[in-house]
Nanobody, 127 residues
């Protein structure tokens, strides 16, 4: 059982930056690919970014490419999402999630593959 706790959300003006953090406990963190998802008001939960177990591979939604950067520190059981040039449409609850992956260099962007989820952190971008 893996527990995930997100932090770092808040209110920011358009064009600003935030760094989200996700702390993992209760499992072997390095065995899981990690993903960041978000759910805006009245919208379905969507993938934002994902990173493989080994940090070798990353992926981003088209809407955040070039603005967001995912990273992880397996020694600290942490995953991060650096968000720059924020836009009003980035407003959402952001969730981190863990997906057990056999291969160290792979990840999934399908939310149904992710078995452990955090409680979410609110990001609000004012225009």
């Amino acid at each position: 059982q893996v527990q995930l706790v997100e932090s770092g959300g808040g209110l920011v003006q358009a064009g600003g930056s935030l760094r989200l953090s996700c702390a993992a406990s209760g499992g072997t963190f390095s065995r899981y690919a990690m993903g960041w998802f978000r759910q805006g008001p009245g919208k379905e939960r969507e993938v934002v970014s994902a990173i493989s177990r080994s940090d070798a591979s990353t992926g981003y939604a088209d809407s955040v490419k070039g603005r967001f950067t995912i990273s992880r520190d397996n020694a600290k059981n942490m995953v991060y999402l650096q968000m720059n040039s924020l836009k009003a449409e980035d407003t959402a609850v952001y969730y981190c999630a863990a997906d057990w992956q056999y291969y160290s260099g792979t990840y999934s962007t399908d939310r149904n593959h992710y078995i452990y989820w955090g409680q979410g952190t609110q990001v609000t971008v004012s225009s």
